[in-house]
């Protein structure tokens, strides 16, 4: 999966998962697609689980960060994705999800 990220201050890309508290675990790795406007820019990747953050982890370019996150009693997991704002410069960046299991 992946999305592009296209400015300073834009709205977070949020992807939102509906587990009805039948899992445990996200596993996950996130990166920046070659072809990206700029390697300048990190992205922040937000877990927000029923409502609270659990982890925010920001990704720098020719990096491949994998979480792997305890999502027991989540009914509504949130990923989040944004340009980190005290690193960004003007240009769009592809970011790239991997791997995305529940179990």
């Known amino acids: ?3 592009v990220l296209s400015g300073c201050g ?3 890309y949020e992807l939102e998962l509906r587990l009805a508290h039948r899992f ?3 596993k996950m790795k996130v990166g920046q697609a070659n072809n990206s406007q700029t390697s300048d820019n990190s992205v922040v990747v937000d877990i927000v ?3 609270t ?3 925010s982890q920001s990704v720098p370019f020719d990096v491949v960060q994998p979480f792997d996150e305890d ?8 990923l989040q994705f944004h340009l980190d704002p005290a690193k960004c410069v003007s240009g769009g960046v ?6 995305l299991t529940v179990s």
Do not use: C, F, R, Y
């Not at 999502?71 to 949130?78: F, G, M, R, V």
């Not at 592809?94 to 791997?99: A, F, K, L, S, Y």
């Open 49 to 51: 689980k029923n409502g």
């Open 94 to 99: 592809t970011t790239v999800v991997e791997g």
């Open 10 to 12: 834009a709205q977070p």
């Open 1 to 3: 999966m992946a999305t």
């Open 24 to 26: 445990t675990n996200l």
């Open 53 to 55: 953050k659990i982890d």
């Open 71 to 78: 999502i027991t009693d989540a009914n509504s997991l949130k």
